[in-house]
């Protein structure tokens, strides 16, 4: 039996606060196989966004291990982390990062640019990702050009363009309205039926009811963790009444 893509064992974060020590993370211990669609569920402070930076390698823990893909990565260099999420991982985040005086295209080739893909290639593979989005006719827009939800589906591009084992997504419809979150929504579950393994994290169960798995936290510790029947975001999209005329 295949390992576990992503493996913690007691996972824990601390951090220092003046003379005080508070626990982010006390002994999570959560076993995440490839091709799941997880979302990562609790309240402000709970601990979940701690967790989505611990497993994207964007943070160290303080205890317990953590292996991706088998690969023991809690104690690796800053170095070795950076290569790690180059290679293994796609970001979304709230609110995009994407470079304001740059073109769709030009925002999903970076991280090729920093893996030192050729520059054909690197055209190439951006053009298929923005294709794969949605946005191939959007390729030379700046951000400013593009609504919000084109702006994240650029961002989902670029995190796909390295082909990566995993997508990380950190509240990805939280500066969207519902049609727009359900139309991502959507997309995320394309690319999950493609194979891709998704963690999301949210505090909306609307969004989460698109997953197939549901981990909950509170006080940095795991408090729910099952399997759902995750609704039909495509469906869901389409019972929607159409937006009024401008």
Known sequence: MPAPLIETRDLAKTYRMGDQTVAALRAVSVAIDAGEFVAVMGPSGSGKSTFMNLIGCLDTPSGGSYRLAGEEVSHLSADALAAIRNRRIGFVFQQFNLL????????VELPLLYAGVPAQE???????????????????????????????????????ANDPLLMLA??????????????????????????????????????????????????????????????????RLAALPEPAAA
């Open 122 to 160: 690197r055209h190439e593979r951006a053009r298929r990702r923005l294709a794969q989005v949605g946005l191939e006719d959007r390729a030379h827009h700046l951000p400013s050009q593009l609504s919000g939800g084109q702006q994240q589906r650029v961002a989902i591009a670029r995190a796909l």
């Open 100 to 107: 304001a005086r740059t073109s769709a295209l030009d925002n």
């Open 170 to 235: 950190d509240e990805p419809t939280g500066a969207l309205d519902t049609r727009t979150s359900f139309e991502l929504m959507a997309l995320f579950q394309s690319l999950n039926r493609d194979g891709m393994t998704v963690v999301i994290v949210t505090h909306e169960p609307d969004i989460a009811r698109f997953a197939r798995r549901v981990v909950g936290f509170r006080d940095g510790r795991v408090v729910e963790d099952r399997p759902i029947e995750p609704e039909d975001a495509a469906a």
